[in-house]
């Protein structure tokens, strides 16, 4: 089997490379495996060796020199998990890249021939639900209309649901997970969500006398390497539909005020924190805008089953787990050297270095 894979380099893209690395070890004939990145990683160091790579920016399919259709020539899966979170001052360029790009992927995979479409949705692509209950792959999918991110989501759904109606020969499948956290994601998610703060402000083993939550900040969360085990088992099925994708348990402010080693929880009203992160990102304090916060507060809470019971996927690593590996991983400015996007944190040292060097009088 040749599977070709958008956004490779990245976070669940370098998870699920390392998951079909061991799948085809055990393969007879193995797997052939195509990266699509717009930066190349360092091809000499797993799991990025022996791939196949080109570079592509899938926002840019058709114009001169873009490879995304020589990329998928021959391959009979693409998965594509290529996304873009920041700038997300150019709410423009993100379409671009997460709407456009997902539009670009399914022709050119039409295109090349391909069989099997399986394509990152995310849990953000829901409507808003309630935190009581549980809700399943048949709750609208229409996102929530103050958070960029959800609003892509659901775009990017609507075209994979017109792509999969008029092309009935070719299997297309989402999943749609919870927050994906690993280690080696450290780095990178403390640059797209922190910025500046995140190399100064955030221990290895974070411990706060109270941590100030809303009550509504209920989520779930998942490790990357499960979530490539569950991108496995549906091209090994040829799956097709949404899947939920979660591991347990459902994160409270209770579980993260274990994890902070916080001895009290403030519960505050989720406007006082919306306001708070549109104003430190205004004064670009940090990096996360508020549609963040209310996609957090509004995001439903996911039932598993049929991830289950069709893929017979079951996490390995629980959610807790997850979430302590990634904040540890920020602390150490953990990341993965070979891959542009999961490149470890520069020490503080050398991070103020180059931020001074623009301001530095020129020899």
């Known amino acids: 089997m040749r599977i070709a894979i958008t956004g490779a380099s990245g976070n669940a893209g370098t998870a699920l490379l390392r998951r079909l690395q061991q799948e085809s070890a055990e393969l007879p004939g193995g797997l052939e495996l195509v990266g699509i990145s717009r930066r190349i990683p360092d091809t000499s160091q797993a799991p990025y060796s022996g791939v196949e790579w080109h570079a592509a920016d899938v926002g840019l399919d058709g114009e001169p020199g873009n490879g995304l259709r020589a990329a998928f020539a021959g391959a009979d899966a693409v998965v594509h998990l290529a996304w873009q979170v920041q700038p997300n001052r150019d709410l423009a360029l993100l379409h671009r890249t997460n709407v456009t790009g997902t539009a670009n992927v399914l022709a050119a995979a039409k295109e090349a021939g391909v069989s099997h479409l399986v394509c ?19 709750w609208p999918v229409h996102g929530m209309a103050g958070s960029h991110y959800s609003r892509d989501k659901a775009e990017q759904e609507a075209l994979l649901h017109r792509f999969a109606a008029d092309n009935p020969s070719i299997a297309v499948a989402w999943l749609r997970p919870g927050l994906i956290f690993q280690h080696d994601a450290g780095s990178e998610i403390g640059r797209y969500f922190l910025g500046l703060v995140h190399p100064k402000f955030v221990p290895r083993r974070p411990a706060l006398p109270i941590l100030p939550i809303p009550n509504e900040l209920v989520f779930q969360a998942v490790h990357a390497d499960d979530v490539a085990d569950a991108y496995w088992r549906v091209l090994e099925r040829r799956a097709t539909g949404a899947f939920n994708v979660a591991a347990e348990p459902v994160i409270t402010p209770q579980n993260l005020a274990r994890i902070f080693h916080a001895r009290r929880i403030l519960p505050i009203p989720v406007r006082f924190l919306h306001a708070f992160v549109d104003a430190t990102w205004r004064l670009r304090l940090q990096k996360t805008d508020s549609g963040w916060v209310e996609m957090a507060a509004g995001a439903p809470i996911m039932e598993t089953a049929r991830a289950r019971k069709e893929l017979g996927w079951e996490p390995r690593i629980s959610s807790l787990d997850a979430v302590k590996e990634v904040i540890e991983g920020m602390g150490k400015g953990a990341g993965v050297a070979p891959s542009p996007p999961l490149k470890p944190r520069r020490p503080l040292r050398q991070a103020a270095a180059a931020l001074a060097r623009p301001w530095l009088p020129r020899r």
Do not use: F, N, P
């Open 120 to 138: 990152a949705s995310s849990v953000g692509a829901y409507s808003k639900a309630d935190k009581d209950r549980r809700v399943d792959e048949g």
